[in-house]
């Protein structure tokens, strides 16, 4: 298959990307990593009449960190580059962990950090980690620049509140908590592939091995990534025994409204999710640091 025609613009400047988007509105993509958005113009899934190419902007595949110790991340930062980097791995060892699961190597080169998330499928890792941190994102127009939260940017399936004329520029981590413990799994029919069902978690412990702030995501569950609010409730200082771990299995199974597909049902998901929160909670439990091991 070959796209439909469409106009090509490569502007070597953030203002100049932002004066064509701002002119061309609705009929304008973006082109970032092109790892989601070339393979639907293929098919013509997608038919923009206008093609923005940021790949010659400077300074949206940053890696910095901040003066609390969190991270900001540009847009264009392509997943394996975050996969190698020291800095990710010292400030934010559940983001570094989980970037070998996003499909594979070839696509890691291309694939951008902010393509995922502006791409927004629900059953990809980027979208429920960046729930999980309470990742801010900074979307720049002609004339000004907004900040969402990650939690008001998902809106559905493959659908956020970035508006017609805006474009994601940087995305802000929160400083990672010393000695959390943290995990993530995911459900795949083959390697590489979306999930079926996958969870990140991440906890921290009080002086009596109680848990405390316990954040849980789901992907691949729904139309867009999922905090699983009541069994972070139904965790929070307790210890982690038996019953606490069928507790959370429980409360996740009966929280998740999962759709049925091609690739697993709702009762699948629903089942699965419950189980593999469970696993999740055991291996950051079994962690004895923070690093990330491969």
């Known amino acids: 298959m070959k796209p439909a025609p469409f ?3 490569a502007p070597t400047t953030l203002d100049e990307a932002l004066e064509l988007l701002n002119q061309h509105g609705d009929d304008a993509k973006v082109l970032a990593g092109g790892q989601s958005l070339m393979p639907l113009m293929n098919l013509r899934l997608a038919r923009p009449k206008v093609i923005v190419d940021i790949n010659r902007l400077r300074d949206l595949d940053r890696i910095e ?17 975050l996969e190698k980097s020291p800095r990710v791995r010292e400030l934010n060892p559940l983001l570094a962990a989980a970037m070998p699961l996003i499909g594979h190597f070839q696509i890691r080169n291309r694939g951008t950090i902010g393509g995922s998330l ?41 659908m956020t509140a970035i508006e017609p004329g805006e474009l994601l520029t940087d995305i802000r981590f929160p400083k990672w908590s010393a000695g ?17 069902v996958g969870v990140a978690l991440r906890a921290d ?16 569950v729904g139309g867009k990534p999922q905090r699983i609010a009541s069994a972070e409730a139904l965790l929070k200082g307790r210890r982690v025994d038996q019953t606490a771990l069928r507790t959370l299995s429980q409360a996740v199974a009966n929280e998740l409204e999962p759709d049925s ?15 593999l929160a469970r696993r999740v909670l055991e291996s950051a439990l079994a962690r004895s640091d923070g690093k990330v091991v491969h």
């Not at 412990?205 to 691949?220: E, K, P």
């Open 118 to 158: 502006v791409h927004a499928d629900p059953a990809a890792e980027l979208p429920a980690l960046s729930l999980l941190f309470g990742c801010e994102f900074s979307l720049a127009r002609k004339g000004g620049v907004r900040v969402v939260s990650a939690a008001d940017f998902f809106l559905g399936y493959l």
């Open 65 to 81: 960190s901040t003066a609390d110790g969190g991270l900001v991340i540009g847009a264009m930062a392509r997943h394996r580059i």
């Open 261 to 275: 597909d091609v690739h697993a049902s709702a009762a699948y998901r629903k089942e699965v999710g419950g189980v």
């Open 180 to 196: 959390s413990k943290w995990a993530i799994d995911e459900i795949t029919r083959r390697k590489g592939d979306f999930a079926l």
């Open 7 to 9: 106009e090509y613009h």
């Open 205 to 220: 412990l009080d002086g009596g091995a109680n848990l405390q702030d316990v954040g849980i995501a789901m992907f691949g």
